[in-house]
């Protein structure tokens, strides 16, 4: 069974696809071999996903770019809604607001205030248009009336983080896993994280939710589809198994270790996920009037 997933090795979706993929291997006797498909922020390897035969031997890994790029791009080379089923939702990754330890700000408001004080001193890095960080700076600016607080992108979140860590471009909004390190490690301070509970791997974090400011909810789901046509035995027996492969004890602690909350929900909570998330994106892009690619 191939597992494509959009994106180079050693990233979120390929680490979880690969603990998954080995699960499946090991409870169905059939090996689940992982085919990593990078390139245009993930329509290349969703775009094959959707050409291909639903026989229950193409799986799909996603990210949140699945739910965005519709939104984001002129055209895709899939339908959310025609081409592929959703399977299950394996777990998610909320993005957490950061600073340079040299900003003075110890809280949101402080640093928000400080931001309207003079916008012109300051700018925020972002991991690159249409993830959902740079979704996060958007709704963050709207909310507060930031539009003069310069957006600097980034190739990436590996970049924009070693930019904020050196104080370069000293705030951000990052997902958790790539982050937690460093802010663990005190080289960045997390102000809040857009979730509405508390991540297991920055439990002294409190949600922008808690601290009143609604609305901001953002995250890097990691999901599973299989190509249209997959008979209905196949979908529940993948749905199955892998939310019981994301309850195992060694999956949850590799999972929480960095910063992905896992989950496992039902095939049609799943589809109503992807389809509340299309909307929201949507209208984040077009406040923000982001330009298609």
């Given at each position: 069974v191939k597992i494509i997933?959009?994106?180079?090795?050693?990233?979120?979706?390929?680490?979880?696809?690969?603990?998954?993929?080995?699960?499946?291997?090991?409870?169905?006797?059939?090996?689940?071999?992982?085919?990593?498909?990078?390139?245009?922020?993930?329509?290349?390897?969703?775009?094959?996903?959707a050409k291909a035969v639903?026989?229950?031997?193409?799986?799909?890994?996603?990210?949140?770019?699945?739910?965005?790029?519709?939104?984001?791009?002129?055209?895709?080379?899939?339908?959310?809604?025609?081409?592929?089923?959703?399977?299950?939702?394996?777990?998610?990754?909320?993005?957490?607001?950061?600073?340079?330890?040299?900003?003075?700000?110890?809280?949101?408001?402080?640093?928000?205030?400080?931001?309207?004080?003079?916008?012109?001193?300051?700018?925020?890095?972002?991991?690159?248009?249409?993830?959902?960080?740079?979704?996060?700076?958007?709704?963050?600016?709207?909310?507060?009336?930031?539009?003069?607080?310069?957006?600097?992108?980034?190739?990436?979140?590996?970049?924009?983080?070693?930019?904020?860590?050196?104080?370069?471009?000293?705030?951000?909004?990052?997902?958790?896993?790539?982050?937690?390190?460093?802010?663990?490690?005190?080289?960045?301070?997390?102000?809040?994280?857009?979730?509405?509970?508390?991540?297991?791997?920055?439990?002294?974090?409190?949600?922008?939710?808690?601290?009143?400011?609604?609305?901001?909810?953002?995250?890097?789901?990691?999901?599973?589809?299989?190509?249209?046509?997959?008979?209905?035995?196949?979908?529940?027996?993948?749905?199955?198994?892998?939310?019981?492969?994301?309850?195992?004890?060694?999956?949850?602690?590799?999972?929480?270790?960095?910063?992905?909350?896992?989950?496992?929900?039902s095939s049609a909570e799943?589809?109503?996920?992807?389809?509340?998330?299309?909307?929201?994106?949507?209208?984040?892009?077009?406040?923000?009037?982001?330009?298609?690619?």
């Amino acid at each position: 069974v191939k597992i494509i997933v959009p994106f180079a090795a050693g990233g979120p979706t390929d680490v979880v696809a690969r603990l998954i993929g080995q699960k499946l291997s090991e409870k169905l006797g059939q090996q689940f071999i992982v085919e990593n498909q990078p390139g245009a922020g993930g329509n290349l390897g969703m775009g094959a996903a959707a050409k291909a035969v639903g026989d229950g031997y193409t799986i799909l890994f996603v990210s949140s770019s699945y739910v965005v790029n519709p939104s984001l791009y002129t055209k895709v080379p899939y339908d959310p809604n025609k081409d592929l089923i959703p399977v299950t939702k394996a777990g998610a990754a909320p993005n957490a607001l950061i600073v340079h330890p040299s900003i003075p700000a110890k809280s949101v408001k402080e640093l928000v205030d400080m931001v309207k004080a003079d916008s012109s001193k300051y700018s925020i890095a972002s991991p690159g248009l249409g993830t959902t960080p740079s979704l996060s700076i958007e709704l963050f600016r709207q909310t507060f009336g930031l539009n003069d607080l310069v957006v600097v992108p980034f190739q990436g979140g590996n970049p924009a983080l070693q930019a904020v860590a050196a104080g370069h471009t000293p705030i951000s909004f990052q997902a958790i896993p790539p982050a937690t390190a460093l802010i663990k490690e005190g080289r960045l301070r997390a102000l809040a994280i857009t979730a509405k509970k508390r991540s297991a791997a920055l439990p002294d974090v409190p949600t922008l939710d808690e601290l009143g400011i609604k609305g901001q909810e953002a995250e890097t789901m990691q999901g599973i589809l299989v190509p249209a046509g997959t008979p209905k035995a196949i979908v529940d027996l993948l749905q199955r198994e892998i939310v019981a492969a994301v309850a195992m004890p060694d999956v949850r602690s590799k999972m929480l270790a960095v910063g992905i909350e896992p989950e496992g929900i039902s095939s049609a909570e799943f589809a109503a996920y992807i389809k509340a998330e299309i909307a929201k994106w949507k209208k984040v892009i077009t406040d923000a009037k982001i330009k298609p690619i």
